[in-house]
């Protein structure tokens, strides 16, 4: 039985984004109350833990002094600072109120969540308030200020570590490609919608790496409408193959949401079928787990895809029908979505020939049989 760490307090939805922006803390909120009425944190090998703050040590690990120095200015109400040249304005990524505390309690929740497996507290840890994976040394963008991925894994590395990077959110995991991008210690490999119909318009096949880090960088970009079998056979063909091949320590992952059919921000069609599926594979490859959030928009989805997530980490099975009192609140009945992806035919053959298009030149540049 996989000895399973949730991180998640009160802490990491009371601040943030706010309610107009698409990056809701109540998503955080949903997702641990749904977790806790399913009795997830009675279970014997699930453990539910507060995150504690990154230090500023831990920040700089990635992120640059000036930067960090910037975001606690602007948290605290400076107006003088030019904060547009850090990414920050009115749009994606608006200057909160805390901002400083509620992005750095994310870092510091990747990071705990690296400790406990590195002393063997654990097996997989979920920081599912992470994942931000735009965030750039000085830079906010795609809703990221501080990426905590990218710190964690350059933590992991100090500790001698061997890292995979396995990124399933929608969107290309650009700010943790570049971090490593001349890297052979880290494999990165992201799946995401095709980098011409989507933020933030990198991702491409051919971006492989540079010097040391050639060919460890791995980029599957998949046309709008991928479904399910799709994706699922993109992922078998490529990612198992070179997670086998790479050999890690520990498998960091960003578990985004915002595949699925439902969400207002792309164009992806998974199910929570397909989701599962993934969350299961990558279950059995890893061999210690750092799972992280990610995105995740349409606020019916991503509290059960989290659910089931936690559900496969932790080898625990949840009724199909959600808690009564959750009904209650936020509506639904079902923990599985109960439609099926139906496609018209000649878009589903032509979406197939995209994606097996990629997989072969992936094939080609990486080698595989
Ligand atoms: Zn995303």
């Not at 944190?41 to 040590?57: G, I």
């Not at 979920?126 to 964690?152: E, I, R, T």
């Amino acid at each position: 039985m996989r000895q399973t760490v949730f991180l998640s307090s009160p802490e990491v939805w009371q601040r943030g984004h706010g309610s107009d922006h698409p990056l809701k803390p109540e998503r955080l909120q949903r997702t641990h109350e749904l977790l806790a009425e399913y009795g997830a944190f009675e279970a014997p090998n699930v453990r539910l833990m507060a995150p504690r703050p990154a230090t500023k040590a831990e920040l700089l690990l990635f992120h640059t002094t000036e930067y960090v120095d910037v975001v606690r200015a602007l948290s605290e109400g400076d107006s003088a600072l030019p904060a547009w040249r850090y990414g920050f304005g009115p749009g994606d990524n608006p200057i909160f109120e805390g901002m400083f505390d509620s992005e750095g309690l994310k870092v510091g929740s990747a990071i705990q969540a690296a400790e406990l497996l590195l002393t063997n507290e654990c097996d997989v840890a979920f920081s599912y308030s992470g994942g931000l994976h735009h965030g750039g040394p000085a830079l906010a963008s795609g809703f990221c200020v501080f990426n905590d991925a990218a710190v964690a894994i350059q933590w992991l590395l100090e500790q001698r570590q061997r890292v995979a990077y396995v990124d399933i959110d929608v969107h290309h995991g650009d700010g943790v490609q570049d971090a490593f991008y001349d890297s052979d210690r880290v494999l990165t490999i992201s799946l995401h919608q095709d980098p011409r119909t989507l933020f933030p318009g990198t991702g491409f096949v051919h971006e492989t790496g540079a010097g040391r880090g050639e060919g460890y960088c791995v980029n599957i970009p998949l046309p709008p409408y991928t479904d399910d079998e799709r994706y699922l056979w993109a992922f078998r063909e490529i990612v198992l193959p070179l997670l086998n091949r790479f050999t890690a320590d520990v498998v960091v992952t960003q578990l985004g949401v915002d595949t699925h059919i439902q969400d207002p921000l792309a164009n992806l069609a998974l199910t929570t079928e397909g989701q599962s599926a993934l969350f299961s594979t990558l279950a059995e490859l890893a061999p210690k787990w750092l799972a992280l959030g990610g995105g995740g928009y349409a606020m019916d989805v991503v509290p059960r895809a989290w659910t089931l997530a936690l559900g496969l980490m932790a080898g625990i099975h949840w009724p199909e029908e959600l808690p009564p009192g959750y009904q209650a609140r936020y509506g639904g009945r079902w923990l599985h979505d109960r439609e099926a992806v139906l496609l018209e035919e000649r878009l589903r053959q032509q979406v197939g020939v995209r994606v097996e298009e990629v997989v072969a030149t992936l094939k080609q540049i990486q080698k595989l049989g």
